[in-house]
């Protein structure tokens, strides 16, 4: 298995312009995970979603972010407008029920 | 609420030195417990966990970890440093059962190794 696929790995946008991260988590985990690091805050989760449908979206900074799993192999995480602040690594995880979340390489952010 | 808090952001051992990396947390029910290693442009990778099983936890790459109830701590040590530990360590906890899919981590420690 070739593990949680991220792309892309890095993304330099300008302020006000839309940025879409793309997650394509193992086959057959049932938990999808967006996180966000930065040196401020360290790692924070955003949202989750299981069997594709989002249980738990309190972490999502503010309604520019927004996230959607349209099946099973297959997430983004939107921004829209990006700003300077949301510059960060973004990372994908995923989950089997009773185990360990596996994480993606992660999409680092640039807004410029 | 839980909270994870890892003593010390850096921490600068020589090569064949003893690994220390302190994690303790809070958690009002019996508290699953991770060790995450990050190398540089990577992602985390897990390096072992506690599920309420055995309180000293192996995991991989020599690494071990032991769960004290009584300090809430879940200290990483390794006894013999190698410059491939060169990297960053989470510590993380979570409830269990469904509750276990929100992760709380820590702050993170890297880890320098002198040859």
């Known amino acids: 298995d070739a593990g949680v696929i991220q792309s892309p790995r890095h993304e330099v946008t300008e302020m006000g312009q839309e940025v879409t991260l793309r997650c394509k988590p193992i086959?057959?985990?049932?938990?999808l995970f967006w996180y966000r690091q930065t040196m401020m805050r360290g790692l924070e989760l955003l949202i989750y979603?299981?069997?594709?449908?989002?249980?738990?979206d309190s972490g999502m900074p503010e309604d520019r972010f927004s996230a959607k799993m349209p099946n099973a192999s297959f997430s983004t995480l939107k921004i829209q407008p990006s700003e300077p602040r949301d510059s960060a690594v973004y990372f994908c995880?995923?989950?089997?029920?009773?185990?360990?979340?596996?994480f993606g390489p992660g999409t680092r952010l640039t807004v410029l | 609420a839980q909270s994870v808090t890892q003593l010390g952001s850096h921490v600068s051992v020589s090569e064949g030195a003893l690994v220390l990396l302190r994690c303790n947390y809070s958690?009002?029910?019996?508290?699953?417990l991770f060790w995450y290693v990050q190398y540089p442009n990577q992602g985390l990778q897990l390096l072992l966990k506690y599920t309420s099983a055995a309180t000293l936890v192996k995991g991989i790459n020599g690494f071990e970890a032991e769960f004290k109830k009584s300090e809430t701590s879940f200290h990483l040590t390794k006894p013999s440093a190698h410059m491939s530990d060169a990297a960053e360590y989470f510590c993380?906890?979570?409830?269990?059962?469904?509750?276990?899919?929100?992760?709380?981590f820590g702050g993170g420690t890297r880890v320098l190794v002198k040859p």
């Open positions: 958690s009002s029910v019996p508290p699953y």
């Open positions: 995880a995923c989950r089997l029920v009773g185990n360990e979340q596996f």
């Open positions: 979603f299981n069997n594709n449908v989002p249980i738990d």
């Open positions: 993380a906890v979570s409830r269990g059962g469904a509750a276990g899919n929100k992760l709380t």
């Open positions: 086959s057959g985990h049932d938990y």
